[in-house]
């Protein structure tokens, strides 16, 4: 090596080391900064003063869910450059810990919703977060409600409300469920695309738009089966806690064109004639109604009258528990499942079957709660993460599964070795099957005269190739792994749930089952939420009420990673305001394609074979 070589390294070395050295100390910075601030946390109990109003804000922004979701800081830029990413999200344990917080606080007498900027979020955590909202209200207290319009999820709060308020503008959206998907097989074959599929079951409709039109009979036979089941528990919920009729907002629904018509157009007067809403009313005036009942706050942060911040409260009363030694771990499972390793909002198999590990092996921990809110995703990463939780089922650790807003293919996979699967009646669950998915584009090529061409020594040496295609060697090879990979998967349900392996095939081929038909069909053992697994976990255990403390073993965050994400998000916007395409119509085509191609860059299974319930995701309003 040349002198000039070395005096090029090494200046290279040096720049490098330089760099890593700043990023090092920056990071130190960051987590002392962080580090002061959660202490600071633990003793600010005492800055949080509940208004004299007894009155609680809650405007929650964005989609209730299990975990806050992380994201790379190029997807966060290029998200927020879209107009979409992440944005907001509210903890849906924060939520619950907070209603029944205020349930018990003499000092809390009423609740104030706004639900303008509320995401919506999965059925399961819907029905949670009203039950809650009734205790509060059974407690003798009082929810005020107010909405420019209300969404489907929006209303289904806003019923369970002791006054429900309406903008004389605005509406109230509840025209039950509906799945409708974007088919590509035409555009395809103009493009001389080949879509290469390998799956099993009847039902297992996740690659459907690449190989059809329209929506198969039997997908459209289980998504009336599952939905109905859903519809049917929104319209009970609602019209008890709103003393409506039996089949009111079905009528309301179907008939929603003549009533309209019949109201002269106005939306919200059909609304409160239906008996959805107590009054409709423009925002001063509203705002007049709360300062006169409540006090007027002219402060720069107020809303006009006296009040707190519902999230502030329950910081403010967030308990840590240090005593006692014996615990209950929580593991929560949210997002797709990848091979490797995952941030938050996704499973990664490498990551989660170390948390896994790291609770098997704590001597103190008597028993694994694995909360799952999952569609699947990476069978190979599932298999990884069901290994490890049977392992601590073998060496004596109690595992129960929750089953949150979705907990479907690979979801249910993960579940298997638990002692208890516990689920609510609208969870999403079941689609047992698996699947391969290669999009080749050798024709599409060879249009413009491209070709791929060489040797192999064996049949099956020349391996699938998106410029070569698939030959009929690994046409065979794919199809029998993916059968394989099926029988496996019944295999493992069959063990655990004490089946046959055709009791199991009877209720898998891909379907998908509500929390309640999958426990009618003895893929469940409870009904219930999250309080009641832990309970049962407790109980497996051998546990008395204030014998155990519950934690929660997650990966930290790489600070530095956090500043970076923060940052692409805010520079894109500090660039691009709420994003190139603004708000509306285009940029919810622009986020809905984002998705679409997150999911797909999700698919890194080594083997190349799926348990993911792709439909699922429809499920959340």
């Avoid at 003393?243 to 009111?248: H, K, T, W």
């Avoid at 395409?581 to 999700?602: K, P, Y």
């Amino acid at each position: 090596m040349s002198s000039d070589e070395n005096i090029v390294a090494r200046i290279w070395r040096y720049i490098g080391a330089f760099q890593h050295g700043i990023l090092r100390l920056f990071g130190i910075f960051l987590i002392l900064f962080l580090l002061i601030a959660f202490i600071g946390s633990l003793f600010s109990n005492d800055d949080f003063d509940m208004a004299d109003s007894g009155v609680l804000i809650f405007a929650p922004e964005g989609p209730i869910v299990e975990e806050p979701t992380t994201i790379s800081p190029n997807d966060a830029f290029t998200a927020s450059l879209l107009g979409g990413g992440p944005g907001s999200e509210v903890l849906l344990s924060d939520v619950v810990e907070g209603l029944r917080h205020a349930t018990e606080d003499d000092d809390v007498t009423t609740i104030v919703m706004n639900l303008e900027r509320f995401g919506g979020g999965y059925p399961a955590a819907l029905h949670q977060v009203a039950h809650e909202m009734d205790a509060f209200r059974e407690a003798g207290k009082e929810i005020i409600v107010y909405g420019d319009n209300y969404s489907m999820s929006g209303y289904f709060l806003a019923a369970h409300a002791s006054q429900v308020y309406l903008h004389d503008m605005g509406g109230a959206s509840v025209n039950g469920y509906a799945v409708y998907r974007t088919f590509f097989r035409s555009l395809l074959e103009r493009l001389h695309v080949t879509v290469n599929v390998y799956r099993v079951g009847t039902f297992k409709s996740a690659l459907e738009p690449y190989l059809g039109d329209g929506m198969s009979e039997p997908a459209a036979e289980a998504n009336r089966y599952v939905f109905g089941d859903i519809w049917n528990a929104y319209q009970d919920s609602v019209e008890a806690a709103r003393g409506l009729s039996d089949g009111a907002l079905q009528d309301y629904a179907d008939q929603f064109p003549e009533l309209l018509v019949a109201n002269g157009g106005d939306t919200a007067a059909v609304a409160q004639n239906q008996g959805l809403v107590d009054e409709v009313i423009g925002r001063g005036a509203y705002r007049d109604l709360l300062e006169e009942r409540f006090g007027r706050d002219d402060g720069e942060d107020s809303l006009g009258f006296v009040a707190s911040d519902f999230f502030d409260y329950v910081e403010a009363n967030r308990e840590f528990d240090l005593l006692p030694s014996d615990k209950i771990v929580v593991i929560k499972a949210v997002g797709g499942i990848v091979d490797g390793n995952g941030d938050g909002g996704v499973i990664g198999g490498d990551q989660h079957a170390e948390l896994i590990r790291r609770a098997r092996l704590d001597d103190d921990v008597r028993a694994i709660v694995l909360r799952i809110d999952s569609g699947g995703g990476s069978a190979f990463a599932s298999e990884l993460i069901r290994e490890e939780l049977e392992m601590a089922r073998l060496e004596g650790k109690i595992v129960i599964a929750s089953m949150g807003g979705v907990a479907a293919s690979g979801g249910y996979w993960i579940a298997t070795p638990a002692h208890e699967i516990w689920a609510e009646p609208t969870t999403i669950t079941g689609s047992i099957g698996i699947f391969g998915f290669i999009p080749t584009f050798e024709d599409s090529l060879a249009e413009i005269g491209v070709y791929e061409d060489g040797i192999a020594l064996t049949e099956t040496a020349r391996q699938p190739s998106p410029t070569g295609g698939v030959t009929d060697e690994w046409d065979i090879i794919l199809q029998s792994s993916i059968e394989n990979g099926y029988e496996r998967f019944l295999s493992i349900v069959a063990e655990s749930r004490n089946m046959t392996r055709d009791q199991v095939d009877a209720v898998a081929q891909g379907r998908i089952w509500t929390g309640q038909q999958a426990y009618d069909r003895g893929l469940v053992d409870q009904i219930g939420g999250y309080d009641e697994a832990i309970a049962a976990a407790a109980a497996r255990a051998g546990l008395e009420e204030g014998d155990y403390r519950v934690i929660e073993f997650r990966d930290e965050v790489d600070p530095f990673h956090q500043f970076l994400e923060m940052f692409g998000s805010s520079a894109s916007t500090a660039l691009f305001g709420e994003g190139l395409l603004g708000t509306g119509l285009l940029a919810d085509m622009a986020s809905d394609v984002q998705d679409e191609i997150e999911t797909i860059n999700m698919m890194n299974d080594p083997n190349g074979v799926y348990a993911t319930c792709f439909e699922c995701s429809a499920y959340r309003q």
